[in-house]
C-alpha cells in the first residue's frame, strides 16, 4: 500500500522530498509510477487534447507547496492572507518568508531531521530548544538571532542516531548559522526566496491562483 505522503508526491507529478530515506531510493513510488494517480494517469498529458488548464496548473502548484511544508489548507490560506497584508509589493516574498521561518521548517533546514515531517515531530514532542526555553509548536516563528538546538536531554534519544555523522556533511541554508559540534543553529539573517531554485515561479502562480 502506497504511503500517504507517497501519494501527494504523486498527485503534485514530482519528488517533495516528504519522506527523509525512501524518497532518494528506488523504492520511491514516483521513480516506480512517474505519473500521477488514477486509471488514465499515465496517459494524461502525453494523449489529451486540452491538457491542464490553469486553474488546474495553478492548483496542483498551490498543493505543491502546502504538502511540501505540510500545511493544512486553512493554515496555508491564512498565510497568503498575512503575506498579503504584509507586502504590497512582493507577497511572493513575504510569503515564502513566513513558510520558512517556520519552527519545525527551520529545525528540516538546519539538518536537525531528515525531512519536515519527522521535523515536525521531534519539535512536538519537546525536543528543540529555542534560545533558552523549550518549545514544542511547530508553527512557532523564529526571528533574527534565535538560536535553535536539541534539548540536552534529549540527544542521547534514538531519533537523533547517527546525526553528527549526518551534519559533518551537511551544509544549512545560507540564512541559517550552523554549529555542527554542538548540533545548534542560529538565525543569521532572512530567507531569500532567490536562493530556492522555482519558488518564486511557484508562489507568483499560488498568488493567481488566490486572486481569482
Not at 488548464?53 to 486553512?74: D, P, V
Not at 512536538?124 to 514544542?136: E, F, L
Amino acid at each position: 500500500m502506497i504511503d500517504d505522503k507517497c501519494k501527494k508526491c504523486r498527485r503534485a507529478a514530482q519528488k517533495l522530498f516528504l519522506k527523509s530515506g525512501k524518497c532518494y531510493t528506488a523504492k520511491c513510488p514516483l521513480t516506480r509510477k512517474p505519473y500521477i494517480p488514477g486509471i488514465f494517469g499515465k496517459t494524461r498529458g502525453k494523449h489529451s487534447k486540452r491538457g491542464v488548464s490553469e486553474y488546474g496548473s495553478q492548483l496542483r502548484e498551490k498543493q505543491k507547496i502546502r504538502f511540501t511544508y505540510g500545511l493544512r489548507e486553512k493554515q496555508f490560506s491564512n498565510y497568503v492572507k498575512e503575506a498579503k497584508k504584509k507586502s504590497e509589493i512582493d507577497v511572493s516574498a513575504a510569503l515564502f518568508n513566513i513558510l520558512e521561518s517556520r519552527l519545525d521548517n527551520v529545525v528540516f533546514r538546519l539538518g536537525l531531521a531528515e525531512s519536515r515531517s519527522r521535523a515536525r515531530q521531534i519539535v512536538s514532542h519537546g525536543h528543540i530548544m529555542v534560545n533558552t526555553r523549550k518549545v514544542n509548536i511547530p508553527s512557532y516563528r523564529v526571528k533574527l538571532g534565535d538560536k535553535i538546538y536539541i534539548r540536552p536531554q534529549s540527544l542521547s534519544k534514538g531519533i537523533f542516531k547517527d546525526l553528527e555523522i549526518r551534519l559533518k556533511k551537511y551544509d544549512s541554508s545560507s540564512w541559517l548559522k550552523l554549529d555542527k559540534d554542538l548540533t545548534s543553529g542560529n538565525v543569521a539573517g532572512k530567507p531569500a526566496i532567490g536562493d530556492e531554485m522555482g519558488m518564486e515561479d511557484s508562489l507568483n502562480v499560488i498568488m493567481e491562483f488566490y486572486s481569482r
